[in-house]
């Protein structure tokens, strides 16, 4: 990495000075032990489903929000998100007294829309495409004034986002492997930042649905690629919907990331089940991604000893998860 390029990402001390300021809306996360049955070495999950709102994403966008002047405040603040993103914000906006507005696919998952309404939170609601959500959330900028809570590709989002990445390497210093969920890359860009900074010998490795791998695509080409909503639409890991990566979360994710590995929609199920099995944690699809990495693409991973893999968010329905757990 050349100094300008280390320059422009998030720095330990962004990340440290992000994780005081959140301290007080956002909680410190365990990690819980997991021997899944087959999977080699030490395994943690980070659960991130014990969140306020059942999500990392409070994370970023509390260190988003916390840092709005008055004024701003007084204007409000305005997203676009499929659900736990939208959570977050409106939970931190509540925080400081600021309105929530919130732009969501008409095809997000009922649980989140209701959880977003509870904690006082407006929605509009658009079509499925990520391009309709950022189109409707600028209209209303300009209409309104609001300031926008970028769900990803926002160096304060970035830097909550990494707290959980401190986290980690504090808890478990000698830990060898962390595997990150990703869409946006807000998570595995800020994860990565951290782990990669306080403990350079640490591999990181972003895992995200094959029915949804943009990111996949766009790491091994080098470039930033986007796939259509009817694509990625496809894939129950709601929260791993987006369409691309950020700019900024990619020039994090080439910096720090090792490699990006893809899981089907039954590995995902099986992880999910191994999750509540072994680990007694609720897991949403999108957070049971890393666990399916581990149980069946070990070939695709580097050796390790201690891995930390991270259970991004609970949120899910309950009749999915029913239905998950009945399957044989």
């Not at 070495?41 to 999500?55: C, D, N, R, T, Y």
């Not at 409070?58 to 736990?84: F, K």
């Not at 929530?100 to 499925?128: D, S, Y």
């Not at 957070?287 to 201690?306: C, D, I, K, N, S």
Request: charged share 20%.
């Amino acid at each position: 990495m050349t100094t300008s390029a280390i320059d422009s990402l998030v720095s330990l001390d962004d990340i440290r000075t992000a994780a005081a300021r959140i301290s007080g809306v956002a909680v410190r996360t365990p990690l819980v032990r997991a021997p899944f049955p087959g999977v080699s070495g030490h395994v943690w999950l980070k659960a991130e489903s014990l969140q306020p709102i059942g999500s990392f994403k409070l994370r970023g966008a509390a260190n988003r929000i916390l840092q709005l002047t008055p004024d701003e405040i007084a204007r409000g603040v305005i997203t676009y998100s499929s659900g736990n993103h939208a959570q977050g914000v409106a939970y931190a906006a509540r925080e400081v007294g600021a309105k929530a507005v919130i732009v969501m696919p008409r095809n997000a998952p009922a649980i989140k829309r209701a959880a977003t309404l509870a904690l006082g939170a407006e929605i509009v609601e658009v079509g499925v495409a990520s391009s309709e959500r950022l189109a409707k959330n600028d209209e209303l900028v300009a209409k309104h004034g609001y300031i926008t809570v970028a769900p990803y590709d926002d160096e304060a989002v970035i830097g909550g986002q990494a707290t959980c990445g401190l986290e980690i390497v504090e808890d478990l210093p000698n830990v060898d492997l962390v595997l990150s969920p990703v869409s946006g890359g807000g998570l595995l860009s800020g994860v990565a930042a951290a782990v990669r900074q306080l403990r350079p010998e640490a591999v990181v490795v972003g895992v995200e649905p094959e029915l949804a791998a943009d990111a996949a695509e766009s790491f091994h080409k080098g470039e930033i690629v986007s796939w259509p909503a009817e694509l990625t639409s496809r894939t129950m890991a709601d929260g791993l919907r987006t369409q691309s990566v950020g700019v900024r979360n990619f020039a994090h994710i080439r910096a720090f990331v090792d490699r990006i590995v893809t899981v089907t929609e039954a590995e995902i199920r099986a992880a999910m089940r191994a999750i509540v099995a072994t680990a007694r944690l609720v897991p949403e699809p999108s957070g049971a991604v890393t666990t399916a990495a581990l149980m069946f693409h070990a070939h695709e991973l580097p050796p390790y000893q201690r891995v930390v893999a991270i259970l991004s968010g609970g949120n899910v329905a309950p009749e999915m998860l029913a239905d998950v757990l009945m399957e044989r």
